[in-house]
């Protein structure tokens, strides 16, 4: 099971449930859109800090952005 990509789908779905386009949260999150697209698409994995502000920004829990069983 590749977990990076159900991670970053989650994160995907977040994204979109709040109405942002990848180049909004890049920016918000001080890089490029291409570096951010490589999360939601489970090419990187994220760090804590990354976690925590990508989870503040989008109003979810770090467990419902780990959630394996979407």
Known sequence: MNYAKIIGNNLKEARKAKGYTQ?????KMRMTQQQYSRFENGIFELNY???LSLCDLLDITPNELFDLNN
């Open 49 to 51: 800090w990354q976690i």
């Open 23 to 27: 180049k909004e949260i890049a920016v």
